[in-house]
C-alpha cells in the first residue's frame, strides 16, 4: 500500500511538468504578439517589423506588433509581465529597460523577476553631433570650451534619464566640464534645433544622427561605441577620444513573461536567431538603424541587463537625476 501511494504520489509531482511540455509542443497554437512599449516609428518599432515577416513563416502563426507606448517603456513592458506565459507574448525593449528600474522606482513589476531573458539582438553606440557652422570639430574641441566657459555650453537629448542625457553626465564628470542639458520630448525637435544651432550639441543614437551627418547638415563630434561604425568611420570613439571604458550602447533585446514554458523560449530565441541570419533583415538593420548585431543568447542577455543597471543606476544615483528635475 505504501509503495502504490509513493508511486501515485510520485506521478502527481512529473505533472506539471507534463503540462509545460504539452504546451510547448503545441505551441504556437494562435496569433503572436510582440509588445513594442514606443510609438510607431521608433527604432524599436522597425526593429519588430523587420523581424515579424520571417518570424511569422517560421512559425507559421500570425505575428502582430503591438505598440503600447508611454513612460520610457515601462507601460509596455508591465503589460508583458502580467501578460499570460503561454508564449503568445513577448517583449522586444530598448535601452530604457535599464534606465528604467533606477529612474523610476515604483514600477508596477520587478524587471529582472517578472520578464525573462529570450534573446540579444544588438546594440548601437550614441553620437554626439554639432552643426556645421559651431566651432566644435572633436570633443577635445567641446572639453576646451566648457572649461573657459562653464555651463554655456548646450546639449540636447530626448529626454531627462535618456541614454544620450546619461552618457553626457557621465562625459562631463569625467572630463571635470559642466555642460548644460536641455530636454526633448523625441530626437526630430533635438536634431532640428541643432541643426539650425539653437543648441551647441546634440546626443542620440547612431541611427538617429547619421542621416544628417551623411547629408552635411551635422558635424559628428565623437561616437560612443567600441569600434568606429561604417557610417561613421572619420569619427573617434570615446576611447580614441581619450575616454576608455565610457562606452554607452543603445540596445535591443528580447524578453518573455516569467513561467513562460522554457522550450518555448528556446524555440522562439532560435527562430530569432535564424531571421536574423537574412540577408534582408541585416540590412535593414545595420544599415537603417546603425546597429552591430550581437545575437546573444538568454544567459548573454541577462548578464548584459544586469551590468547596463549597474552602470547607470550609478550615474541615475551618484548625480541626483530625477525625472521632475
Not at 514606443?38 to 518570424?55: E, H, I, N, T, Y
Not at 513563416?57 to 517603456?73: D, F, H, P
Amino acid at each position: 500500500m505504501a509503495l502504490t501511494r509513493r508511486i501515485f504520489v510520485s506521478g502527481l509531482s512529473t505533472l506539471p511538468f507534463a503540462s509545460t511540455l504539452a504546451r510547448a509542443a503545441n505551441w504556437p497554437s494562435g496569433p503572436i504578439r510582440i509588445i513594442v512599449p514606443f510609438p510607431p516609428g521608433g527604432s524599436v518599432d522597425a526593429v519588430g517589423r523587420a523581424l515579424s515577416p520571417g518570424l511569422q513563416g517560421r512559425l507559421g502563426a500570425n505575428v502582430v506588433i503591438e505598440n503600447i507606448g508611454g513612460a520610457s517603456g515601462s507601460i509596455g513592458a508591465a503589460t508583458a509581465a502580467r501578460a499570460q506565459p503561454d508564449g503568445n507574448t513577448w517583449l522586444l525593449v530598448f535601452d530604457t529597460h535599464a534606465i528604467n528600474p533606477t529612474l523610476m522606482p515604483n514600477l508596477p513589476f520587478d524587471t529582472k523577476a517578472d520578464l525573462v531573458p529570450v534573446y540579444l539582438i544588438g546594440t548601437a553606440p550614441n553620437l554626439l553631433a554639432t552643426s556645421p557652422s559651431k566651432p566644435f570639430k572633436t570633443f577635445a574641441d567641446v572639453i576646451e570650451a566648457a572649461k573657459k566657459a562653464p555651463d554655456t555650453i548646450t546639449y540636447g537629448s530626448i529626454g531627462i534619464g535618456s541614454l544620450g542625457h546619461l552618457t553626457m553626465v557621465r562625459l562631463a564628470n569625467a572630463a571635470g566640464v559642466k555642460l548644460v542639458h536641455v530636454p526633448y520630448k523625441g530626437g526630430g525637435p533635438a536634431v532640428t534645433d541643432a541643426i539650425g544651432g539653437h543648441i551647441d550639441l546634440v546626443v542620440g543614437s547612431a541611427a538617429l544622427g547619421a542621416p544628417h551627418v551623411k547629408a552635411g547638415k551635422l558635424h559628428p563630434v565623437v561616437q560612443t561605441g567600441k569600434s568606429r561604425l561604417p557610417a561613421l568611420s572619420d569619427t573617434q570613439t570615446l576611447a580614441e577620444a581619450g575616454f576608455g571604458g565610457l562606452e554607452s550602447h543603445a540596445w535591443w533585446g528580447v524578453f518573455a513573461p516569467k513561467g513562460t514554458p522554457q522550450p518555448t523560449v528556446d524555440r522562439f530565441a532560435g527562430e530569432l536567431r535564424a531571421v536574423l541570419g537574412d540577408e534582408k533583415v541585416v540590412s535593414q538593420l545595420v544599415d537603417g538603424q546603425q546597429m552591430t548585431l550581437v545575437n546573444g543568447g538568454a544567459d548573454e542577455l541577462r548578464t548584459f541587463l544586469n551590468d547596463q543597471i549597474q552602470i547607470w543606476g550609478k550615474i541615475i544615483k551618484d548625480n541626483n537625476i530625477k525625472l521632475d528635475s
